[in-house]
């Protein structure tokens, strides 16, 4: 039976924003920004109380149906304690719907809260980060997002199946599918900006326009551009330019992101390293210097908000 965990016992998650795909790694390669949300959590003698503040006030559930709550319940149960009641507070800063992981945020804020609670009766209990990699993918239903979140950085995400990775028998709830992730220090002089529209999108729409099957070529083209871009992101970042060129998505989402194909085609003629973010429709933009002034201007005439946010270190606990 599952220890009850005692009223009164809070603590608070930071959680940062991702970016996903970086050009070619699709589903693959993931960063952590420095836009945070911060999740609040208390446990109570009984009941759910919970408040939103900020980004997606309006827009999501205030209940047991909140993904937060999910989370944190998801991650209470993989400690296997539990609690009668919680006070949470969710103080959302990361744009959504705009290709910045903030659902992922979400998931890996509320697991890190939860098994962080459970620690808090037993340190014992402590979830380390290659679990809270899995437990947030298995939201996700794929790694690149979730494990930026998690361990902050620059990431390299997979999946296996439970026999190549050798986890029959693990407490993996589905043994098709394991995720895994290592962290790359990205190169000191690394500057992403973000140029975020005011529209949002829908990732389910966006993969949905995406084809079944490649061509071989295009896959070959994708692999190559995904090594190089580990190389750049680490070490040479005058390569940047090439290894954020793709095949495999952004042509394809390009009728649905106007805007952001626009401003993709705009920065690259400026010498820029520019990518869709995630599934969009916000910007990527990797250099080593400011953002110029001038592309500034006008991406905020076209209704683009510009933030040079760092990239950040992993979900925080206190």
């Known amino acids: 039976m599952a220890a009850t965990l005692p009223a009164g016992l809070s603590v608070t998650?930071?959680?940062?924003?991702?970016?996903?795909?970086?050009?070619?790694?699709?589903?693959s390669l993931g960063m952590a920004l420095g836009i945070y949300d911060e999740i609040e959590v208390r446990t109570t003698e009984s009941g759910l109380t919970i408040r939103v503040e900020g980004e997606g006030a309006d827009d999501v559930p205030w209940g047991p149906s909140h993904l937060v709550v999910r989370a944190i319940e998801r991650g209470l149960e993989s400690a296997g304690v539990w609690a009668d009641g919680l006070d949470v507070v969710c103080?959302?800063?990361?744009?959504?719907?705009?290709?910045?992981?903030?659902?992922?945020?979400?998931?890996?804020?509320?697991?890190?809260?939860?098994?962080?609670?459970?620690?808090?009766l037993d340190p014992a209990l402590a979830t380390d980060p290659a679990r809270l990699v899995q437990l947030a993918s298995e939201f996700e239903g794929h790694p690149d997002n979730a494990a930026a979140s998690v361990l902050g950085g620059i990431v390299v995400s997979w999946t296996e199946t439970a026999a190549e990775a050798g986890a029959e028998g693990e407490d993996v709830p589905d043994h098709s599918r394991v995720y895994r992730a290592?962290?790359?220090?990205?190169?000191a002089s690394l500057h992403p900006v973000v140029l975020i529209p005011e529209v949002r999108s829908s990732t389910a729409h966006t993969r949905g326009l995406l084809p079944e099957t490649v061509?071989?070529?295009?896959?070959?083209?994708?692999?190559s551009r995904a090594a190089l871009?580990?190389?750049?992101?680490?070490?040479?970042?005058?390569?940047l330019l090439p290894a954020t060129c793709d095949k495999l998505h952004q042509t394809q989402r390009a009728p649905a992101l106007p805007l952001t194909t626009a401003w993709i085609a705009r920065l690259r003629a400026a010498g820029i390293a520019a990518?869709?973010?995630?599934?969009?429709?916000?910007?990527?933009?990797?250099?080593?210097?400011?953002?110029?002034?001038?592309?500034?201007?006008?991406?905020?005439?076209?209704?683009?908000?510009?933030?040079?946010?760092?990239?950040?270190?992993?979900v925080r606990v206190g």
Do not use: K
């Open 13 to 27: 998650a930071r959680v940062p924003a991702s970016t996903a795909n970086l050009g070619p790694g699709f589903d």
């Open 91 to 120: 103080r959302n800063v990361i744009p959504h719907s705009r290709g910045l992981g903030s659902s992922a945020s979400a998931v890996v804020g509320g697991l890190a809260a939860g098994c962080a609670l459970a620690a808090r």
């Open 182 to 187: 290592v962290r790359l220090d990205p190169h």
């Open 275 to 314: 990518t869709v973010s995630g599934a969009g429709p916000t910007i990527l933009a990797l250099g080593t210097s400011e953002f110029p002034a001038d592309l500034r201007r006008l991406a905020v005439a076209d209704g683009l908000r510009v933030v040079e946010p760092g990239l950040a270190e992993g």
């Open 229 to 239: 871009a580990v190389v750049a992101l680490t070490e040479r970042p005058d390569l």
């Open 215 to 223: 061509p071989h070529a295009d896959a070959a083209f994708n692999v």
